[in-house]
């Protein structure tokens, strides 16, 4: 996909918010400053970029995908594998490919992890146990690193999430149940604002990753005897997959209205 094609939508978002929050007599005066936003607000549409793209992929991609002949593993990138990444997978996937784009970090850890390097330890699982006892996304400055921090709820949004954790050999708990806060998601960056052009970059390289990992999925199945085809609809409706158009189409569909919000309430654009 071209690049315009991803940017397209969040150009929209910035000229919207643009119109509302600047007064016209501002215009001259502020022609040669780049505005910029708070890191806080780009978390928030991050976290609502990555919800909408998970949710999606596991309960329309990875559920029924299943009961059409899918797999779905850990070990999928490996040539000799015939399956998809797993929901936890996909997301690190995607978080390895932003990181080499920009500053930006994404990490998905838990205090009942599957692999121990996902582990929550000492601030981290403090703020993760504040994170649960508020049931509110927390934000914090880690001063060690020197960089802006949001940790944002990870929570089984399916039964294939659950049933996923509950059964696997390593798991260090049981009896998930739907609805839980599996974990956390947990984005940094160095600074306290951003500009408006950077921040349209990491949502946009954001948009790019889940467009690449599903591909590099779909890819893997494509022409392959007795697997769905690829464009005709979704595994719900017939023995198919979405191309990595549709799949993105449909992420950027549901995401942008909440994307448009949060943008819209930050009053510190300056």
């Not at 780049?34 to 998970?54: K, P």
Request: neutral net charge; contains cysteine.
């Amino acid at each position: 996909m071209k690049a315009s094609r991803l940017v397209a939508p969040l150009v929209l978002l910035v000229v919207a918010i643009y119109l509302v929050a600047t007064a016209p007599e501002a215009l001259a005066a502020s022609s040669k400053t780049e505005r910029s936003l708070t890191t806080r607000s780009l978390f928030m549409v991050l976290a609502n970029e990555n919800d909408i793209a998970r949710s999606l992929y596991t309960e329309e991609i990875v559920g029924p995908g299943k009961k059409i002949g899918l797999a779905f593993s850990e070990d999928w990138a490996d040539p000799a594998v015939l399956a998809g990444p797993l929901p936890a997978v996909f997301l690190r996937c995607c978080a390895e490919i932003i990181s080499k784009k920009s500053s930006i970090k994404l990490r998905l850890a838990s205090d009942y992890p599957i692999e121990l390097r996902n582990q929550l330890v000492g601030t981290e699982l403090k703020r993760f146990q504040e994170m649960k006892d508020r049931g509110v996304p927390v934000f914090y400055v880690n001063e060690d690193a020197k960089r802006q921090v949001a940790m944002f709820p990870d929570i089984a949004v399916s039964m294939a999430c659950v049933a996923c954790h509950n059964s696997h050999e390593h798991s260090a708990k049981s009896d998930w149940a739907l609805n839980d806060v599996m974990g956390a998601t947990t984005w940094s960056w160095p600074t306290e604002r951003i500009s408006h052009k950077e921040a349209l970059k990491i949502v946009n390289d954001f948009r790019g990753a889940v467009r690449t990992v599903y591909s590099s999925f779909v890819d893997k199945i494509r022409g392959v005897k007795g697997m769905p085809g690829i464009g005709l609809g979704w595994p719900a409706d017939c023995i198919s997959l979405p191309d990595p158009d549709q799949f993105l189409a449909e992420c950027v569909k549901r995401a942008s209205g909440k994307t448009l919000n949060i943008l819209m309430a930050d009053e510190s654009w300056k």
